[in-house]
């Protein structure tokens, strides 16, 4: 048995103290008399309504100032904290965790990142007084397209003019305020674009309409709706940062969310996982437990691994928005569409291993159904995991020639070592364009060249050939041209964003697993080889894992099911 379940104590540094004070204060998930326990929360589900006693525990706890910078009065010191805490939230309604938290989250960090003094005082006074922010960036006719938004702010003699729609927002029927993207250009460009702040206590409301909620498939209770501008007047002073900077400022503070949104919703896998394994070792097949199938052994502990390394990538991915900044526009759209694509499958694995059970509305497995609904928008929710393939092509040629090819200059220490502290989130060196530096890929070499300790010989082996395949993939990736780049791609070009994905995923891992702390679960290596396995090249599904490696994670699972800890990295005690 590893060390960490042992003592029952997590690795210091993965999860704050305030992560189990929440998940105190939310209680038991299965009891039927909890007000936000899994009963409570279906039947809001069933009556397509957020959960109200949820909003309300969260306002208690405070949950917005997880969203404020310190300097403002908030708890936002670390984005991998910020993480875990969501994580207990989400884990149990995502509806509470998009409607209650994240939306306000977006707004925020847009505001922290181009907003002025007056502007953040606002918007840090608004959440800390539990209210909310909504963020009004896409406009369904365009999607993903922000260029392409028709919304326009024009100048007046006064101020600004507000006109068009904005569709399908979060809380923007009850939020006190929001940030709306505008065209204040006509003309063509990047710079044609300005993010405007809206008060909407102050707005005169004959010209304000509200739109009817869209139908969803997921999310039933969100509080999704539009919001109609006729000619609405705002003054000068709204205007975040520059005027025409609303593009670029846009773009910096989504690397922001694009990273720790999807981290967060690993917490509706691991609630997956956990019903999954309460079903499977509850119901009798062929005279025992279904666990004993070796097919369904292997599946749950393939689940489990690929957990795990979603969120040794989101953690990476978290450190790096402190430590390497200037890069996030490359990691978070890995991240966003490595870590969404690894949660949906999983929970469509674990939909398969539950048969009919999977959707049920009613019974011990009626959360199940809900939570595969409502984790849908991790791949398509504020960037589409398509719009990441293409944000990340054009710096291909570029990272191919500064950082594949030969080595890089080193990735810092801490980014691996995730107990360790961080410095304060730097919102304003945050970069459209990483220049072609990526020190985590182009730490392959190094590794490859490392000493390894005897029994790890394979693991050098996978390191030496990743190396060999990233080399070949910068000989290709320098070849290409702006035409290959564009949005008319070929199917071939957005396959090479797949294959640097995936080989930066396995680097992520490799160095998390060497950074760990001794006796811990991260350093032992049967979670990294289940995750090389799970990432091999050539492959649509990975084949079932190694014998001792299936092995020993079925039963680290079993164990942290008994001992009712979560199945992500920390490993932290749940009130389940």
Same mark, same amino acid.
């Given at each position: 048995?590893?060390?960490?379940?042992?003592?029952?104590?997590?690795?210091?540094?993965?999860?704050?103290?305030?992560?189990?004070?929440?998940?105190?204060?939310?209680?038991?998930?299965?009891?039927?008399?909890?007000?936000?326990?899994?009963?409570?929360?279906?039947?809001?589900?069933?009556?397509?309504?957020?959960?109200?006693?949820?909003?309300?525990?969260?306002?208690?706890?405070?949950?917005?100032?997880?969203?404020?910078?310190? =300097?403002?009065?908030?708890?936002?010191? &670390? #984005? @991998?904290?910020? !993480?875990?805490?969501? /994580? $207990?939230?989400? +884990?149990?309604? %995502?509806?509470?965790?998009?409607?209650?938290?994240?939306?306000?989250?977006?707004?925020?960090?847009?505001?922290?990142?181009?907003?002025?003094?007056?502007?953040?005082?606002?918007?840090?006074?608004?959440?800390?007084?539990?209210?909310?922010?909504?963020?009004?960036?896409?406009?369904?006719?365009?999607?993903?397209?922000?260029?392409?938004?028709?919304?326009?702010?024009?100048?007046?003699?006064?101020?600004?003019?507000?006109?068009?729609?904005? =569709?399908?927002?979060?809380?923007?029927? &009850? #939020? @006190?305020?929001? !940030?709306?993207?505008? /065209? $204040?250009?006509? +003309?063509?460009? %990047?710079?044609?674009?300005?993010?405007?702040?809206?008060?909407?206590?102050?707005?005169?409301?004959?010209?304000?309409?509200?739109?009817?909620?869209?139908?969803?498939?997921?999310?039933?209770?969100?509080?999704?709706?539009?919001?109609?501008?006729?000619?609405?007047?705002?003054?000068?002073?709204?205007?975040?940062?520059?005027?025409?900077?609303?593009?670029?400022?846009?773009?910096?503070?989504?690397?922001?969310?694009?990273?720790?949104?999807?981290?967060?919703?690993?917490?509706?896998?691991?609630?997956?996982?956990?019903?999954?394994?309460?079903?499977?070792?509850? +119901?009798?097949?062929?005279?025992?437990?279904?666990?004993?199938?070796?097919?369904?052994?292997?599946?749950?502990?393939?689940?489990?691994?690929?957990?795990?390394?979603?969120?040794?990538?989101?953690?990476?991915?978290?450190?790096?928005?402190?430590?390497?900044?200037?890069?996030?526009?490359?990691?978070?759209?890995?991240?966003?569409?490595?870590?969404?694509?690894?949660?949906?499958?999983?929970?469509?694995?674990?939909?398969?291993?539950?048969?009919?059970?999977?959707?049920?509305?009613?019974?011990?497995?009626?959360?199940?159904?809900?939570?595969?609904?409502?984790?849908?928008?991790?791949?398509?929710?504020?960037?589409?995991?398509?719009?990441?393939?293409?944000?990340?092509?054009?710096?291909?040629?570029?990272?191919?020639?500064?950082?594949?090819?030969?080595?890089?200059?080193?990735?810092?220490?801490?980014?691996?070592?995730?107990?360790?502290?961080?410095?304060?989130?730097?919102?304003?060196?945050?970069?459209?364009?990483?220049?072609?530096?990526?020190?985590?890929?182009?730490?392959?070499?190094?590794?490859?060249?490392?000493?390894?300790?005897?029994?790890?010989?394979?693991?050098?082996?996978?390191?030496?050939?990743?190396?060999?395949?990233?080399?070949?993939?910068?000989?290709?990736?320098?070849?290409?041209?702006?035409?290959?780049?564009?949005?008319?791609?070929?199917?071939?070009?957005?396959?090479?964003?797949?294959?640097?994905?995936?080989?930066?995923?396995?680097?992520?891992?490799?160095?998390?697993?060497?950074?760990?702390?001794?006796?811990?679960?991260?350093?032992?290596?049967?979670?990294?080889?289940?995750?090389?396995?799970?990432?091999?090249?050539?492959?649509?599904?990975?084949?079932?894992?190694?014998?001792?490696?299936?092995?020993?994670?079925?039963?680290?699972?079993?164990?942290?099911?008994?001992?009712?800890?979560?199945?992500?990295?920390?490993?932290?005690?749940?009130?389940?």
């Amino acid at each position: 048995m590893n060390p960490l379940t042992q003592t029952g104590t997590p690795a210091a540094g993965l999860a704050p103290k305030r992560a189990y004070e929440l998940e105190h204060l939310l209680g038991a998930l299965a009891d039927p008399a909890n007000p936000v326990g899994a009963a409570a929360i279906l039947d809001a589900d069933e009556r397509a309504e957020t959960l109200t006693a949820g909003e309300s525990l969260l306002h208690d706890y405070g949950l917005n100032a997880e969203f404020v910078p310190p =300097e403002h009065g908030g708890r936002l010191d &670390r #984005a @991998d904290h910020l !993480v875990e805490v969501m /994580r $207990s939230v989400y +884990r149990r309604d %995502p509806v509470l965790g998009l409607g209650y938290g994240a939306s306000s989250l977006i707004a925020g960090v847009t505001l922290w990142t181009a907003g002025n003094e007056e502007q953040t005082a606002f918007a840090a006074r608004t959440l800390l007084d539990g209210r909310r922010i909504a963020i009004a960036f896409h406009e369904l006719a365009h999607g993903n397209d922000m260029a392409g938004t028709e919304f326009t702010a024009t100048a007046a003699p006064d101020g600004l003019r507000l006109s068009g729609r904005k =569709e399908v927002v979060t809380n923007i029927r &009850r #939020a @006190d305020a929001m !940030v709306v993207l505008a /065209r $204040s250009d006509p +003309r063509p460009g %990047p710079r044609s674009h300005s993010l405007v702040l809206v008060d909407r206590a102050s707005a005169d409301p004959a010209r304000l309409t509200d739109l009817p909620r869209f139908g969803t498939v997921g999310m039933r209770g969100l509080q999704l709706g539009g919001l109609r501008f006729d000619a609405l007047p705002v003054p000068t002073a709204a205007v975040l940062g520059p005027v025409g900077s609303g593009l670029e400022n846009a773009l910096k503070a989504l690397q922001i969310t694009r990273t720790v949104l999807p981290a967060m919703a690993s917490g509706i896998l691991d609630t997956g996982l956990r019903l999954a394994l309460d079903h499977l070792t509850k +119901r009798r097949l062929y005279g025992a437990p279904a666990t004993d199938l070796p097919q369904v052994r292997a599946q749950l502990a393939a689940v489990f691994a690929d957990l795990l390394r979603a969120e040794a990538l989101g953690a990476v991915g978290a450190r790096a928005l402190h430590l390497l900044p200037g890069q996030a526009s490359v990691y978070s759209s890995a991240v966003k569409f490595e870590v969404a694509r690894l949660l949906l499958e999983a929970m469509d694995r674990l939909a398969e291993l539950l048969g009919a059970h999977f959707y049920l509305r009613e019974g011990p497995t009626a959360l199940f159904q809900k939570l595969l609904r409502d984790l849908a928008p991790v791949g398509f929710g504020h960037i589409a995991r398509a719009a990441c393939q293409m944000s990340l092509m054009p710096q291909l040629p570029l990272l191919a020639r500064r950082s594949w090819s030969r080595p890089a200059a080193d990735a810092p220490g801490d980014l691996f070592t995730l107990g360790t502290g961080l410095p304060p989130l730097p919102f304003g060196r945050l970069a459209l364009h990483a220049a072609g530096r990526d020190p985590i890929a182009g730490s392959l070499h190094a590794l490859a060249d490392a000493p390894w300790q005897a029994g790890h010989a394979d693991l050098r082996a996978a390191a030496e050939a990743d190396r060999t395949d990233l080399i070949e993939l910068a000989s290709v990736c320098v070849r290409l041209t702006p035409v290959d780049l564009g949005v008319d791609a070929g199917p071939e070009h957005y396959d090479l964003v797949t294959r640097y994905v995936r080989l930066w995923a396995r680097t992520a891992c490799l160095q998390v697993w060497r950074h760990a702390d001794p006796g811990t679960f991260l350093a032992d290596p049967s979670w990294l080889r289940a995750a090389l396995h799970r990432s091999s090249p050539g492959r649509r599904r990975p084949g079932p894992l190694p014998g001792p490696v299936e092995d020993a994670l079925f039963a680290e699972l079993l164990h942290r099911h008994i001992e009712r800890r979560s199945f992500g990295l920390t490993g932290r005690a749940l009130t389940v």
